[in-house]
């Protein structure tokens, strides 16, 4: 899909405030409500906006810890690796990743031990895995969801 001025305008407004009503919006980039809805609607069909949604503050909500992951697997593992990762709530982003590590993961966890019973119990016991690399996280300066134009 070709994206022109008007809808990089409002995917931009939509990034800014999710919550925006289309007439708003449309007051805003000078478009009716329809116009809006329908664009949006066509932006949504394309699998440009994937999806929308709310984010949430972990430590604001009791998660304590957050933490990335480099794992290492053997080649003929990986897809189910990630597959069965993928799955599990505490990970909140898994990529297959070139350089050192095969998997890029970022998980999330309300304490120390839950992150342990999480790799002794989950990620060490998965067949395939050659090594796991461990980096938390000390303080957050940015995080935005999906990409702005």
């Given amino acids: 899909m070709e994206l022109d001025d008007i809808d990089r305008q409002i995917l931009e407004a939509l990034h800014e405030n999710g919550r ?21 609607n066509a932006l949504a069909e394309a699998g440009v906006i994937e999806r929308f949604t709310v984010v949430i503050n972990p430590v604001k909500v009791g998660i304590q810890v957050s933490a990335f992951f480099n794992v290492d697997i053997e080649p003929p593992y990986l897809d189910e690796v990630a597959q069965k ?7 909140t982003s898994l990529y297959h990743m070139t350089g050192p590590s095969t998997l890029h993961m970022h998980g ?6 839950e992150m342990e019973k999480f790799l002794l119990e989950t990620l ?6 050659v090594r796991v690399e461990t980096q938390m996280l000390l303080k957050r300066y ?4 999906g990409m702005k134009l």
């Fill in 142 to 145: 940015k995080s935005r969801m």
């Fill in 20 to 40: 925006i009503s289309y007439t708003d919006l449309g007051k805003k980039i000078g478009l009716s409500r329809v116009a809006v809805q329908s664009r949006i």
């Fill in 108 to 113: 999330i966890f309300a304490n120390n031990q």
């Fill in 124 to 129: 060490y016991t998965m067949p395939g895995i």
């Fill in 85 to 91: 990762l993928a799955k599990e709530p505490a990970v």
